[in-house]
């Protein structure tokens, strides 16, 4: 699912030939799989040869194998709007590369109070909105105390990034000071993620009750103030983005082209014919990735922060199925899957089974201690039989008088079909009956929270995360904050809460860890999740392209822009 939910890249070697024609895009959303809609958002691309250091003329086309539901970066529960986020708007801060601290972005620098309760920023003075008008520290301000107001409504999907935050002051035109009511160990991460937006053109979206920020259009031509304009952009349809002429950073392509696939084998084939140099499968793995490093194409794997889940509805007032509610029968689900299988069938190896909410690609915030549950149906069958849960003629197991049958949401932007009968299978020989219901995010999170929020009617779903380099967002999924929000199981546990509070405000690494590897024990004990699987960040990216390096959050981060700042056609 969503947040930040992330890897990688490719393409054929032929130099020159990603300087892209229309008729190139053209071609190519055929092969994508996009619909014949997608065809007058690639109109603008061009062709020719971009000079190094300058935005020349040619357009970047990235491939991926989902779609954009909003481009409403506060509306959004998935990854891709939020890496096109970063390219229209500005931050204050970014990642400039793997394994390297913040860097500035709209930002020009930042000091620190020594009590840690306020982080000053100085601004660039050169910024412009794409109507002309100048970028502000007012228009920061704006933008954190409109989501720190309305962090448990509208805004509940950033509510994480505003942890802590009482107020933002602009003392000067250049010049915004954040204040905390704490410190906050993530709070340059968190920023990492926050857009901002323009005052005069989102004022009136966050009057009265705020309802206005979630229902937001970003469409063609919005008012944006990053180093892209939107030119072009249908929901779950391609998007095209070309440089902004008055931007305070400056690319060395014309255009960076979002391509949306229906499958993977679209995807890939839209490398091979030109159409995209470089391919961004966020939770999926292609078959033919591997292949590709014979074709012209730089092909890297490391280990990744995205993982695939399976999530129980954990709200005690659930109306159905209640059975669910008991760490017992999640234990037992558990056994009956195998996670092995998963990686090897699902993600052909390139990846390892799951245990925890937070990857071992996190390092020291990984607790290494909590083991990956065993495939064992024989123990599975037990459980349920010390719980009275006996199976009737048809095989299926009688829970409180009603069958052991569940429906499944199922993300259709992962390789849910293999995942899936390989659950559906391995449960069903435990008497535990699955219907699969694919369906994009937007309807996932519908059904995960309905009705209006409450949890009262989903029962399990199988979904998908990606996260950053510090552990707070992963570890916000389980909190009571991110109810209607990014929580997917509608889990609230105070000791939880409490610790999450706790581990936010912590600034020594060891004392935090202990903390973080803490909350891990407690999500392991009741179980909200079952961890199936991590995915390797992978990325295959055309010998013709440089510029572009693969990190656990892939090549097309959501807290960078550094890569669309830095890739450029060898010369």
Known sequence: MPTFHTPAGGSPALAGRYALSRRQLLRGASALGVSSLAAPLLASCSSGPSAAGSSGNSTFGVAFTSGIDTLNPIATIDVMPSKIAQLIFPYLVNQAAPKTPLVPDFASKWTTSSDGLQITFDTRPDGRWSDGKPITAADIAFTLNTLVKFQTGPAANLA?????????????????????????????????????????????????????????QVSAGAVTGGPFLLSSYSQNQAAVLSVAPKAYAKPHVHEIGFLPSSSESGAIGALRNGTAAALDAGAVVPQGLSSLAASGFKVNYSPGLIWYEIAFNSNPAKRTHRELLDPRVRMALSLATDRQRIVDVALFGHGQPGSTIIPPGMGVWHNSSIPVDPFDLTQAGQILDQLGYKKGSDGIRQANGQPMSYPMPLANDMPYQPIFDIIQSDWAKIGVALQGQPMDGSAEYLATTNPNGKYLDNDVSMWWWAGQLDPNFFLSLLTKAQLDGFSDTGYVNAQYDQLFAEQSTTLDTSKRAGIIHQMQEIANRDRPYLVLCYVDAFSAVSNSWTGISTSATGDFSPTSKQWALSVRRNS
């Open 160 to 216: 994480s990034y505003v942890d802590g935050i009482t107020q933002a002051v602009a003392s000067t035109p250049t010049t915004v000071t954040i204040h905390y009511a704490k410190p906050v160990a993530a709070a340059l991460v968190s920023l990492a993620s926050i857009p901002i937006l323009p005052e005069h053109v989102w004022s009136a979206a966050a009057k009265g009750s705020g309802a206005g920020l979630k229902t937001f």
